[in-house]
């Protein structure tokens, strides 16, 4: 007998060969709101509508985006109760990440996608305005996943993504591309990728002189200790600093580094060598650093400027530029401490530089270490790439996070990517649309509306159920997110925000965005009712009476609650083309559809004439998306590039 909670160690053959169609379903239905321009539905909100239509349109967005955020990861999560391949190959066309090892940039340094909280901020890079920013991530991603990964190696790129993971470049042309890894066959000269931005935060703007003679310390210095009784003891410690001696040849260097110390306001002590082309001091710095490191560069307090400042600085110091390269400046800083390359990588990278690191090693003695070193080059924000991903099989875990612009900045062995984040695609696109319609700050506080409120904590339960360890129990949890939510919740919504385009021909962008989400989310849905009659029938002793009137019951109060948001997005005036109570027959007729989708009866009593008025939504939502796409004529809709508008084309 099988059972679907336990774990398979045949991949072959399937047991339930039904749910790979759902795999497919997902794939195909694969789309980013990057895709859609939303430049006539600006105008349609902003003129074309009444105050109370508005008013509908207001309310119905912020509902669809406040269920989206709640929603998350659901499905890609069922593999760790389900642990067979099936669920996982559905659940993995959810997964957006990136391999084992992978790390995310911070202003305090590459911290591994495993070690991410909720609390670490994160440098996210926005493609529309080239420029990075510190937030917190809205999404964290830590998942199983077994199936093809997307291979990019090379000397200045290296990456391993799940095939639904985004690749943003820029074209010849200048139209910033946003792409699946899968899509993308080979890499050409035309696709250049972004590596760096402008650094948008206000800080320190120079280096201090102090500062800059912990570089050169770092790089020339070496720290000085007393033997007191066979135990080394640093110098200076009786006086509440650390001694550091520093010995330069170079002209060049030893002009700068006496001003630095007397501009610095150090203690220092001048000493003559046995070689007179030398120059030696002893400076006494505070105790808080070990200056052969830069864990004393703290970025959360500096700009651009500052670090563009330190990069010139190390170079004087520990680096060269290469001659007859002034355009691009290239240059590089060479040490054989990998913490000290990996802050300096991050350093440059915040400067504003493409940045690499290449390791030399060195084999001729046992005791010489790794150089690494570190290029930066002052150039365009974009270099090209020529090169073919390679496929390769993969088992174990995957990160990523998921950021309110929508790309990332990593790094995998040393080399470093620009990238889209875990697309929370649904919530990514009506997130945008409360932007451009200008409905961020109400959707702050949206989670204070009684109406929301009340559907909220009815989403939180099922949400939470799924964490029992009872399997009956986390059944329960599935049956009501897959019936109520998936396949009700947002579906009166999308009826009024389709309606518009139907009955006034306006919001033809916004309409292919629901039209998108609302065949994404009745797959899902289908996908779940699946699930419960495989566990019906394996488990028919689970679903007795006791537990039908469970289920009754939630709809009950599920469907109070999605009356409470109707009633408050109304609460100004129905729309004379779509009334309040034919939407309540459609939302009634979707929870017995659902209900009769797992052999149980019919709930309500439904009004079949005033149903009939909405059949035309259940046609566009059951028809293939290449079939009814082109016919609301969407005219700024320019696939995988930006919008053009007049001014591009005159």
Request: hydrophobic content about 35%; overall charge neutral; aromatic content about 12%.
């Amino acid at each position: 007998m099988s059972n679907i909670f336990e774990p398979r160690i045949n991949i072959l053959p399937y047991e339930y060969p039904n749910l790979l169609e759902y795999k497919n379903a997902i794939r195909h239905s694969y789309w980013i709101d990057t895709e859609y321009n939303f430049t006539t539905d600006v105008d349609d909100f902003k003129i074309k509508i009444s105050n109370q239509e508005r008013e509908v349109i207001k309310r119905t967005m912020l509902a669809i985006a406040q269920i989206e955020v709640n929603v998350k990861t659901f499905w890609a999560d069922m593999y760790k109760r389900m642990p067979i391949t099936e669920i996982g190959d559905v659940g993995m066309t959810f997964a957006e990440c990136h391999g084992e090892g992978t790390e995310i940039l911070t202003l305090k340094g590459w911290i591994d996608f495993k070690n991410i909280t909720v609390d670490t901020e994160v440098i996210q890079y926005d493609i529309e305005t080239n420029t990075m920013t510190s937030v917190l991530p809205t999404n964290i991603i830590n998942k199983v996943y077994k199936g093809k990964m997307h291979k990019i190696k090379n000397q200045t790129y290296n990456a391993l993504l799940t095939p639904n993971h985004n690749i943003i470049y820029k074209t010849r042309s200048g139209n910033i591309i946003k792409k699946a890894i899968k899509e993308i066959t080979k890499f050409n000269s035309d696709m250049k990728l972004p590596f760096s931005g402008k650094l948008l935060h206000d800080g320190i703007q120079e280096l201090t002189p102090i500062e800059r003679l912990r570089i050169a310390i770092q790089a020339d210095g070496s720290s000085r200790f007393w033997n007191k009784n066979g135990e080394k003891v640093r110098r200076g410690l009786e006086k509440n600093n650390h001694t550091y001696e520093i010995s330069v040849k170079k002209e060049r260097k030893k002009l700068r580094l006496k001003n630095l110390i007397i501009e610095s306001g150090l203690t220092y002590r001048e000493f003559k060598t046995s070689r007179p082309e030398y120059v030696k001091y002893e400076i006494d710095f505070p105790t808080d650093y070990d200056l052969k490191q830069f864990n004393w560069v703290d970025l959360s307090d500096k700009s651009q400027n500052w670090c563009k400042d330190f990069i010139e600085e190390l170079i004087e110091w520990d680096g060269t530029r290469l001659k007859g390269n002034v355009k691009n400046c290239l240059m590089k800083y060479f040490t054989t401490n990998k913490l000290c390359a990996d802050k300096v990588q991050v350093i440059g990278i915040l400067a504003g530089y493409r940045t690499n690191i290449n390791t030399k090693t060195d084999n001729r003695k046992d005791s010489y270490k790794n150089v690494y070193v570190v290029s930066f080059i002052n150039t365009e924000n974009y270099s090209s790439i020529t090169y073919t991903p390679t496929i390769e099989d993969y088992d174990g875990n995957i990160y990523c996070v998921t950021v309110p612009k929508g790309c990332i900045v990593t790094r995998y062995n040393d080399k470093v990517l620009i990238s889209g984040n875990s697309e929370v695609r649904h919530k990514d696109a009506y997130a945008r649309l409360l932007r451009i319609l200008g409905l961020e700050e109400e959707f702050k506080t949206v989670i204070d509306i009684p109406a929301i409120g009340n559907r909220i904590k009815y989403l939180k339960k099922y949400l939470d159920g799924t964490r029992s360890k009872d399997n009956k129990m986390y059944t329960k949890s599935v049956l009501l997110f897959s019936l109520f939510i998936e396949h009700v919740s947002l579906f009166s919504q999308f009826l009024i925000m389709m309606s518009f385009n139907k009955e006034k021909n306006l919001f033809k962008g916004i309409s292919n965005v629901v039209e998108a989400t609302s065949k994404e989310e009745d797959i899902h849905g289908n996908f779940g009712v699946e699930i419960i009659n495989i566990i019906k029938a394996e488990n028919p002793e689970w679903f007795d009476k006791e537990f039908e009137d469970l289920i009754y019951s939630a709809c009950q109060k599920a469907y109070i609650a999605e009356c409470g948001i109707l009633d408050w997005i109304f609460e100004n005036g129905e729309l004379e083309f779509l009334s309040k109570e034919v939407i309540r027959q459609f939302i009634m007729n979707r929870f017995n559809n659902s209900l009769k989708k797992i052999g149980m009866n019919n709930l309500f009593d439904i009004n079949e004439q005033l149903l009939e008025q909405t059949h035309w939504f259940d046609v566009e939502i059951t028809a293939t998306k290449e079939g009814d796409f082109f016919y609301k004529k969407q005219i700024d809709y320019n696939k995988k590039s930006k919008s053009i508008t007049e001014n591009d084309l005159f």
